[in-house]
C-alpha cells in the first residue's frame, strides 16, 4: 500500500483587534481545502482576548470578521469548535448562527 501527498494550498489569515497600537485579541481563519468541494471551509481557531480587554464584546467582534471572511473567502462552511466547559462562548456562537453540529477529537503530539 502506497500513501501519496499532495499539497492543496490550504493557508491561514490572522485577524487582530487593536487599540492604541496594541493587540488585545486575534482569532485565525484557516482556509481548508479538500476533493469533495470545489470551495474550501474555513476552521475558526485560537479566539483570544487579553484579560484586561474583556467584557468589551471583542471576542464577539473578532468572531464576525472571521465569519465575515469566510464569506468573502467563499468558504462552503464554518466549523468553530469549543470546550465543553465554555458554556458562554458555546452561546456565542449560537447567537451568531452557528449550529451544534457534533463532536471534536483532539490528539497532542
Not at 488585545?24 to 481563519?29: D, F, I, K, S, V
Not at 483570544?48 to 464577539?60: I, Q, S
Request: hydrophobic residues 35%.
Amino acid at each position: 500500500m502506497n500513501f501519496n501527498k499532495q499539497n492543496l494550498g490550504s493557508r491561514a489569515i490572522k485577524i487582530t483587534v487593536e487599540e492604541n497600537g496594541q493587540v488585545l485579541g486575534r482569532a485565525y481563519l484557516y482556509l481548508i481545502k479538500n476533493d469533495l468541494h470545489d470551495k474550501p471551509y474555513g476552521l475558526l481557531e485560537d479566539v483570544f482576548v487579553e484579560g484586561k480587554a474583556r467584557g468589551r464584546g471583542l471576542g464577539t467582534a473578532l468572531v464576525k470578521a472571521v465569519i465575515e471572511e469566510a464569506n468573502a473567502q467563499g468558504c462552503y462552511k464554518l466549523v468553530g469548535t469549543s470546550r465543553y466547559a465554555r458554556e458562554s462562548v458555546h452561546k456565542m456562537y449560537l447567537s451568531l448562527g452557528f449550529s451544534d453540529y457534533g463532536k471534536e477529537f483532539k490528539m497532542t503530539f
